[in-house]
């Protein structure tokens, strides 16, 4: 029969801690990286902090050194190159995004690696959210944490300031903005958006998945929009953001045609360049290439095609139905279209190539 | 007596190893409040350079710090002090809760973080930098307070926050602008909410979750806005009101105090 002392016991115990429990501990706290002291240069938080920063700062901005503008850079993702684009379709886009994830710009992979943290993102886990934004997960090597990280879209859409506006529908209604914070997309809505965006898609096929997207019909584009968290652009809206403001409206006919403010008689311009740079119109060819994500038809508030580029179909709530800006690049300088007080309840006839198919392009609106 | 020992220093060093929140300089810590976007100062009476002292030996509550939890749902941990005097000393304690608790209420919930046998106690917040001063120590919790709204979530709490239905009030304001219902339009299904008139309150309109569209027979009628035309907004709630505006034939009625369209 076993007989073991009270004196065995103990020594069994101590047998054990000094053979498991001790080194153990020593292991953890002399060969794990450890977090709890104060002697490190940066801090996972500190180094957090910075990695985000400059990944933000990236998303935002885009391809700022214009590196890919000269072809200086290539990604997988994005199969052509500057030509025919402005490189502002770069910023807040989670393609490029994805192609920084996939560590394709030598220029760009210091941002990974703070201190002794080295940061790392699949490309694979990021997923779209409301507005265009994307979230995708983080991973440090060094400690073995990982987290999520939302990035929302700050470069799509410019704030409608606060003020009273009048709509040149129905009876001229007033209306204001007031504690209404009214957001107005710059740019149309493209093809990819409607295709692939909410696929978690992140790569281009070619050049026409930038193009507006025009082929849908309104209901489409709607749903698009509430999708998106927003709705499509009221038409009132897009007037107040495009009709040059010169304060409190009396009626329509003291605002200005144009909307960078000068009232013109009909044959005083002529399309030049200069002209093509406030409304790219039919002519304007001639002189300039109409660039994706250009920066023609700027309104005051900072949204484009304010007239001229597409034909553009908007929401109408103070009357039934939609309504159309038929001032694009198919109108001469002469048309009556090309004026921001003017709207086309219908999709009229109008000088097109053969073959073209023409409709109307769109973008959205948010209301905070 | 010899292994009881053994066995009570093994608890030790286990216990002070393994915590990773215990601490207010813990590195848990900093990194869960980095994704705080909204730091509240609860304690008024707060002096610069110079201890919370009053009232003596009571709790306190300093601060809530509202974050993002790993699924970007909305948490907040209340900083609360028990200020020194009847010859005890200050206590802090961080302790969870949901962001409509109130810090005054669970003061005596398990806590996240504990500092005992404190004399000094301040603390600043400056920009995105939160300072703790307790004694001789101070701890610094950087905040991550881009302007694009960066929400990083790291502490997975494991559940998700409660869903408002479409058509429920998330927020809104009476005809006197006091808070009925404070915005929590993020819990909305999807986040989406509609707008319309339904106070005489000047400063926000009242809003519902979902996206409505407006100015249709059977919804809530498009907001024209109180400062368009001169009218008394405390006399909105009349058929055919002014302020706002249906599509088709239908008329704006004021119903329940909310204008629609019928």
Avoid at chain 1, 11 to 24: E, R
Avoid at chain 1, 58 to 78: A, H, M, P, T, V
Avoid at chain 2, 147 to 157: A, E, P
Avoid at chain 2, 195 to 213: D, M, T, W
Wanted: charge should be positive.
């Amino acid at each position: 029969m076993l007989n073991i002392s009270r004196f065995s016991i103990s020594k069994i115990i101590v047998f054990l801690f000094v053979a498991i429990v001790l080194p153990v501990v020593i292991w953890y706290f002399f060969f794990i990286p450890e977090l709890n002291t104060q002697d490190q240069k940066h801090s996972i938080s500190s180094a957090t902090y910075k990695f985000i920063h400059d990944l933000e700062n990236r998303y935002r901005r885009g391809d700022f050194e214009g590196r890919w503008k000269s072809n200086k850079i290539l990604c997988s993702d994005i199969p052509f190159g500057s030509k025919g684009i402005n490189t502002n379709f770069l910023r807040c886009n989670p393609v490029f995004l994805g192609c920084v994830f996939n560590r394709e710009f030598k220029h760009i992979n210091p941002i990974y690696n703070i201190g002794e943290f080295k940061f790392k993102v699949e490309k694979n886990t990021m997923e779209s959210i409301k507005r265009g934004g994307v979230k995708f997960k983080v991973e440090e090597e060094l400690t073995k944490t990982s987290f999520w990280v939302k990035f929302e879209n700050s470069c799509r859409s410019v704030n409608l300031p606060e003020n009273k506006y009048l709509s040149t529908f129905g009876d001229e209604e007033p209306w204001d903005s007031y504690n209404r914070k009214i957001k107005i997309d710059k740019y149309y809505i493209t093809n990819w958006d409607i295709t692939n965006r909410y696929k978690n898609n992140f790569t281009y096929k070619s050049l026409d998945e930038l193009k507006p997207s025009i082929e849908i019909n309104t209901e489409l584009k709607k749903q698009f929009c509430k999708k998106e968290g927003g709705q499509l652009v009221s038409a009132h809206v897009f007037e107040a953001a495009t009709m040059f403001p010169i304060g409190n409206y009396i009626n329509k006919n003291i605002i200005p045609r144009y909307s960078w403010g000068k009232k013109s008689k009909k044959n005083e311009i002529k399309p030049t360049p200069e002209l093509c740079k406030k409304m790219y119109i039919k002519g304007c060819s001639e002189h300039v290439p109409l660039n994706l994500f250009q920066e023609n038809g700027v309104s005051w508030i900072g949204i484009y095609n304010a007239l001229g580029g597409e034909i553009e179909v908007f929401d109408n709530e103070f009357s039934k139905g939609e309504v159309y800006k038929l001032s694009s690049k198919y109108f001469s300088v002469e048309s009556k279209w090309h004026d921001t007080r003017v709207k086309s309840k219908k999709l009229i006839n109008f000088p097109r190539k053969r073959g073209e198919d023409i409709g109307a392009a769109f973008r959205c609106m948010f209301i905070d | 007596m010899y292994v009881y020992r053994l066995i009570c220093i093994l608890m030790i060093i286990c216990h002070s190893t393994f915590a990773s929140y215990k601490t207010l300089d813990s590195e848990g810590l900093k990194l869960r409040w980095f994704t705080a976007f909204k730091v509240k100062a609860l304690y008024e009476r707060v002096i610069p350079e110079s201890p919370i002292k009053n009232p003596k030996a009571t709790w306190v509550p300093v601060l809530e710090i509202y974050y993002h939890t790993k699924n970007f749902e909305e948490k907040k941990d209340c900083l609360i002090y028990f200020t020194p005097g009847n010859n005890k000393l200050g206590i802090i304690k961080v302790i969870e809760l949901k962001t409509n608790q109130k810090c005054k209420n669970h003061i005596f919930n398990s806590s996240l973080v504990m500092k005992k046998n404190i004399f000094n106690f301040n603390f600043r917040i400056e920009k995105n930098l939160l300072t703790l001063f307790s004694d001789d120590k101070s701890y610094q919790y950087k905040f991550n307070s881009d302007r694009t709204k960066l929400s990083l979530g790291i502490v997975d709490i494991g559940h998700n926050g409660l869903k408002l239905k479409k058509g429920e009030v998330c927020s809104f304001l009476d005809d006197d602008c006091k808070v009925v219902r404070s915005h929590t339009c993020r819990s909305c299904h999807d986040g989406l909410f509609t707008e319309l008139i339904g106070s005489a309150c000047l400063k926000a309109y009242k809003k519902v979750c979902g996206n409505i569209e407006c100015g249709v027979k059977g919804n809530p009628a498009c907001i024209r806005g109180f400062r368009a035309i001169s009218f008394d907004s405390m006399n909105y709630c009349i058929n055919d009101s002014p302020v706002a505006f249906c599509r088709d034939k239908s008329r704006v009625i004021c119903i329940n105090k909310e204008l629609v369209c019928r």
